[in-house]
């Protein structure tokens, strides 16, 4: 599985920018899919998750403003971001769990399999 992320770039503080996460290769269908942010000087953390069946949870930072959603047909995971503040400056990264295991929500990093490489998105104050 490769998964090629995209939609980042520079916003002001108030917008919405929304990022794709394409998957190619095997079908994602049956993988749960994350997002993780890693802002300058500090670790990657998580920020939302999406079950196969399209279950979501997010860190309570960004509940509320960001949604995480799934298009299976597409092969392609989203997240739309909305009441963009300076702090969600940083660059995003989906992942993608492969092993199995029937729980939710998968929110550590080690527990996913694929990772993208990442997009940047800058929110000026």
């Known amino acids: 599985v490769q998964l090629q992320a995209s939609g980042g770039g520079l916003v002001q503080a108030g917008g919405s920018l929304r990022l794709s996460c394409a998957a190619s290769g095997r079908a994602f269908d049956n993988y749960p899919m994350g997002w993780f942010r890693q802002a300058p000087g500090k670790e990657r953390e998580f920020v939302a998750t999406v079950s196969w069946s399209g279950n979501t949870y997010y860190a309570d930072s960004v509940k509320g403003r960001f949604t995480i959603f799934r298009d299976n047909a597409k092969n392609t995971v989203y997240l739309q971001m909305n009441s963009l503040k300076p702090e969600d400056t940083a660059v995003y990264y989906c992942?993608?769990?492969?092993?199995?295991?029937?729980?939710?929500?998968?929110?550590?990093?080690?527990?996913?399999?694929?990772w993208g490489q990442g997009t940047l998105v800058t929110v000026s104050s």
């Open positions: 992942a993608a769990r492969s092993r199995g295991g029937d729980y939710f929500p998968i929110v550590f990093q080690d527990e996913y399999d694929y």
